[in-house]
């Protein structure tokens, strides 16, 4: 595999974890439409993943999860490297608490970074995935329309998995609704700063889905 990563991220984690594309076609089909629409902008990738997914069989949360990925995803000189949007569409009928979003996120990025590095740089053990969400300010400057039941920032500390195989701290932001018999959580995530531009388009995403009522 060369270096700057070009297989969609789907694909190659079907590669690592063993799937057939036959069985990720028939799981795609058999999957309901999502009562909501998630915007994709040009140039930016989307795919689709059954939760709980191969790569982290012992999270609780099940559904699916739909990504959007930045043009940048896979080129470390690229100012979008590793931003991306993911709304985790869960069974559920109450919000989860602070910790237990850290829990199912840790389980999440631990079995990814072990699973790709698996089938790219074999003996190499990822460093123990730690992530640290706070309760977010910026809450309270959200229109009361687009406003969550919760939201969180923080960060990610992992080994990055597809490119650099090297210690990275991933940025989070956090969206978490509840709505009828689901739950959903909403990540933007980039190992650039806060202010950066990138974040900009991923709130964007994140700010333009639309539930059925």
């Known amino acids: 595999m060369s270096r700057h990563c070009t297989l969609p ?3 190659l984690l079907l590669v690592c974890c063993g799937v057939s594309s036959a069985a990720s076609a028939a799981q795609s089909e058999a999957e309901s439409k999502a009562p909501y629409q998630m915007p994709s902008p040009k140039g930016w990738r989307k795919e689709r ?3 709980p997914p191969a790569f982290a069989p012992k999270m609780n949360w099940k559904g699916h999860e739909d990504l959007r990925f930045a043009p940048g995803m896979f ?10 949007d993911v709304l985790f569409w869960t069974e559920g009928e109450r919000v989860p608490t602070q910790k237990e979003l850290q829990q199912e996120i840790t389980m999440y990025y631990q079995g990814l970074s072990k699973a790709v590095l698996a089938g790219r740089k074999a003996g190499l053990k990822p460093l123990q995935a730690v992530v ?11 229109p ?22 090297t210690k990275q701290t991933l940025r989070l932001e956090l969206d978490v609704r509840k709505h009828d018999g689901r ?31």
């Open 9 to 11: 991220l789907f694909m």
């Open 49 to 51: 993943i059954k939760l």
């Open 75 to 84: 080129n470390p000189k690229s100012d979008s490297f590793l931003s991306y």
């Open 132 to 142: 640290r969400l706070k309760a977010s300010e910026s809450l309270d400057k959200t």
């Open 144 to 165: 009361s329309d687009k406003r969550p039941d919760a939201r969180y920032a923080g960060e990610l500390i992992w080994t990055e998995p597809f490119v650099t195989a």
């Open 183 to 213: 739950i959903s959580v909403f990540l933007c995530a980039s190992p650039q700063t806060f202010d950066a531009r990138v974040w900009k388009q991923l709130r964007k995403i994140r700010d333009d889905v639309k539930f059925a009522k």
